[in-house]
Every structure is written in C-alpha cells, then in structure tokens.
C-alpha cells in the first residue's frame, strides 16, 4: 500500500490566489520531508527540505516567502504556494526518507494548473 | 559540474531483449547512495535499485541490476528480458553523505520505449 500520500491530486485555481498541497507519511514518522518541483518532460528539481518543528531549509533560486512549508507534525507536511501565477504551474511531489530505510518513498504527486 | 548525468535523451528496446540505461555521477563524499526510479505517465516514482557507496556486490532485484564501476563513477542500470510495460522515463539519483535523511539529486532522465 501507499507509503506517502499527498492531497490533492490535482488542482486548478486562478492567478493570484493560494494552493495548499498536503503530504503525509503514512507508515512511518518523519522529521524530514522533501519537495520537489517537476516541470513537463524535466527532471525533478528539490526545492525544499521540510523539518518537523523548524523551518524548512529551501534550495538556492526558491522562494521561501512565495512557496510556504509547515511541518507541524511528525507525518504531515503542507505547501502552500502563495499568489501563483501561471509559471508556478508544475507537478509537485513529496518524499519521506524514513530513519533506517535507504529508500526515500515519493507521494503520487500534484498537478498544479494556474489559469 | 553536473552531478548527476543521463546521456540518453531515449532509448529503443525490443521486447524480451536486455537494455542498459547510463548514469554517470560525481561526487567528492566517501558515503553516498545510487538510486534508480521509474516514473511512468502517471508521474508517480516508482523506486527500482539502490546501491551503496560501501556495497561491493552489484545490486539486483528481480529484472534489474545496477552495474556499479566505482572508479569510473558510474551506476547504469540494466533491465533484463525488457517488457511492454517497461516503457517509462527512468531516472537516476544520488543520496550525498551518510543517512537517509538526505536530499537526491536527479539526473535529467531517460526515456525508454519498448517495442513489439
């Protein structure tokens, strides 16, 4: 069964207002979460390293006050992307690096379209 | 410098014929880990092989292996008797420095069509 599972799926909004993607860990806890971006026939690129109770740690060229990570428990992790624009438009998946499994297990991912 | 690197824009495979997908990596770390990934249309990643830094056996599971030239920084993945189903974009990855709680850096993929 799933390991990780993010909500939603997919999702469409207008230019301007915000999104909340959520990701859960749903077999193990999780003080580190990660978020990647992919864009149509790109690689995945990290944008983010979710940290339970702290701030998240983003990756160069990012923008922390744009894209907002929350890890406010030990299984769940949210993304908000704040004021998008059509740009942000992209496939966001999480991943959960579980203590004493090599394996980083990756959620199904959201489509996110911004009209 | 890229770290990862996938020379293979796409790769053609006749079906039940083996196919090796390269991977090229770079990094000045002792301990790191090798991944390969599927991702099919759906865009989930389906985890395939990991190989350890420190693993002196080439990984297998089931019809995939991980071919691992330490010297020559490589980790290209072999996939044995190649099926309709294995049609998909693969990409390998690094896990830099002990743990698991570390981030992967991707390559740029690899599109594989099998074929009739």
């Known amino acids: 069964g799933a390991v990780v599972s993010q909500h939603p799926s997919w999702v469409i909004c207008k230019s301007g207002t915000s999104v909340k993607i959520e990701c859960r860990s749903l077999?193990?806890?999780?003080?580190?979460m990660f978020w990647y971006r992919q864009f149509p026939k790109q690689s995945l690129m990290l944008m983010a390293t979710s940290n339970e109770g702290s701030k998240a740690t983003y990756e160069q060229g990012v923008e922390k006050d744009k894209f907002l990570i929350n890890h406010a428990s030990l299984t769940l992790s949210t993304l908000t992307v704040t004021s998008a624009h059509p740009e942000d438009s992209s496939f966001y998946i999480c991943?959960?690096?579980?203590?004493?499994?090599?394996?980083?297990?990756f959620g199904p991912g959201t489509r996110l379209t911004v009209t | 410098a890229q770290k990862i690197t996938q020379t293979q824009p796409g790769m053609f495979v006749q079906e039940k014929e083996a196919v090796t997908l390269d991977c090229t990596y770079d990094t000045s770390d002792q301990s790191y880990g090798l991944f390969w990934y599927k991702q099919p249309s759906s865009g989930e990643m389906i985890f395939l092989i990991y190989?350890?830094?420190?693993?002196?056996q080439n990984a297998t599971e089931g019809r995939y292996s991980l071919n691992f030239q330490k010297a020559r920084k490589s980790a290209n993945l072999v996939i044995s008797a190649s099926q309709l189903g294995d049609s998909a974009m693969y990409f390998c990855?690094?896990?830099?420095?002990?743990?698991?709680?570390?981030?992967?850096?991707f390559g740029t993929g690899t599109r594989l069509q099998v074929t009739l």
């Open positions: 991943s959960v690096g579980p203590s004493g499994f090599y394996e980083q297990y």
């Open positions: 990855a690094m896990r830099e420095g002990p743990g698991t709680a570390s981030k992967l850096t």
């Open positions: 077999d193990f806890q999780a003080t580190t």
């Open positions: 190989q350890g830094s420190y693993d002196e």
